[in-house]
């Protein structure tokens, strides 16, 4: 009963008794941001029963909030739409096709496939020519990485607002918008969860379009794959959004480390380092 004082609301762990000492961990939540244990370092049984000494450890642990940036948030991120921002799926597949690229040269009967919808296009198109899937990921991702944020951003006006405050960024998008936000604050970009100062934590389990595979673009050259899960596995190097719209002109076999973006989301690039930040 001296332990069960502690608090109502309490998580307790593995519990022993012998020899008039009982060991046992019990958690508290006390705020919507931290917790704290309490470990009970020993209570010892005396006689009569009110001679109890109860000895405690304390440790507070301060939990990030999760902040989750879904498909829309790029989208409708500027308060003019005046200024460009990355089109919804629905729009995606009629912006690639107007760069004369991959997206332009497939097939007529695909084509009408993605017009009703793009994860429905892109599971057709992994099927009939995944040849073609690298190049058509580094047309999609340099068209990406074109997007910058205005001075008047959502994203700079979310990101001002929660300065200094434990906060973790999930984005499911590929783009770049809420980096080069951040950027523009005069702040750095993690991709892991370490709190460091003056520094934006950002985890995306899709991938993202600096996510390039740390070789060089000319150790491979012209290669194309098909029928296969992932077509290398090799650590990845984040980079800044100009490399990586460059790496996306003179890399001729590869692409970053997306997922495919339809049912499934599979990843053909370094696909242990996408599972990485899903695990984060």
């Given at each position: 009963?001296?332990?069960?004082?502690?608090?109502?609301?309490m998580?307790?762990?593995?519990?022993?008794?012998?020899?008039?000492?009982?060991?046992?961990?019990?958690?508290?939540?006390?705020?919507r941001?931290?917790?704290?244990?309490?470990?009970?370092?020993?209570?010892?049984?005396?006689?009569?029963?009110?001679?109890?000494?109860?000895k405690?450890?304390?440790?507070?642990?301060?939990?990030?909030?999760?902040?989750?940036?879904?498909?829309?948030?790029?989208?409708?991120?500027?308060?003019?739409?005046?200024?460009?921002?990355?089109?919804?799926?629905n729009?995606?597949?009629?912006?690639?096709?107007?760069?004369?690229?991959?997206?332009s040269?497939?097939?007529?009967?695909?084509?009408?496939?993605?017009?009703?919808?793009?994860?429905?296009?892109?599971?057709?198109?992994?099927?009939?020519?995944?040849?073609?899937?690298?190049?058509?990921?580094?047309?999609?991702?340099?068209y990406l990485?074109?997007?910058?944020?205005?001075?008047?951003?959502?994203?700079?006006?979310?990101?001002?607002?929660?300065?200094?405050?434990?906060?973790?960024?999930?984005?499911?998008?590929?783009?770049?918008?809420?980096?080069?936000?951040?950027?523009?604050l005069?702040?750095?970009?993690?991709?892991?969860?370490?709190?460091?100062?003056?520094t934006?934590?950002?985890?995306?389990?899709?991938?993202?379009?600096?996510?390039?595979?740390?070789?060089?673009?000319?150790m491979?050259?012209?290669?194309?794959?098909?029928?296969?899960?992932?077509?290398?596995?090799?650590?990845?190097k984040?980079?800044?959004?100009?490399?990586?719209?460059?790496?996306?002109?003179?890399?001729?076999s590869?692409?970053?480390?997306?997922?495919?973006?339809?049912?499934?989301?599979?990843?053909s690039?370094c696909?242990?380092?996408?599972?990485?930040?899903?695990?984060?």
């Amino acid at each position: 009963s001296a332990a069960r004082s502690i608090g109502p609301r309490m998580k307790w762990g593995n519990g022993s008794f012998a020899g008039g000492v009982i060991n046992v961990t019990a958690e508290i939540i006390l705020t919507r941001e931290s917790v704290t244990t309490f470990r009970i370092l020993s209570v010892s049984m005396g006689y009569p029963q009110d001679a109890i000494q109860v000895k405690v450890e304390k440790k507070e642990l301060h939990m990030p909030t999760l902040v989750l940036v879904g498909a829309g948030a790029s989208y409708g991120s500027e308060p003019c739409r005046a200024h460009k921002t990355p089109p919804l799926g629905n729009d995606l597949f009629g912006e690639l096709t107007e760069l004369g690229g991959v997206a332009s040269r497939i097939p007529s009967d695909i084509k009408e496939v993605f017009e009703q919808g793009f994860e429905l296009g892109m599971a057709v198109f992994n099927e009939r020519i995944d040849v073609q899937l690298q190049a058509f990921h580094r047309e999609l991702s340099s068209y990406l990485a074109d997007f910058v944020p205005s001075a008047d951003s959502y994203y700079i006006q979310l990101l001002n607002k929660l300065v200094g405050r434990n906060v973790i960024f999930s984005s499911l998008n590929y783009d770049m918008m809420l980096e080069e936000a951040a950027n523009m604050l005069g702040m750095n970009v993690s991709y892991g969860i370490e709190r460091r100062s003056n520094t934006v934590r950002v985890i995306k389990p899709h991938g993202s379009i600096n996510f390039w595979p740390d070789i060089p673009p000319e150790m491979f050259k012209n290669c194309t794959f098909s029928r296969v899960g992932s077509v290398i596995k090799a650590p990845v190097k984040p980079v800044d959004r100009l490399s990586a719209k460059h790496r996306c002109g003179v890399d001729t076999s590869f692409s970053p480390a997306i997922s495919m973006y339809a049912k499934g989301k599979k990843v053909s690039v370094c696909p242990d380092f996408v599972q990485n930040q899903q695990a984060l």
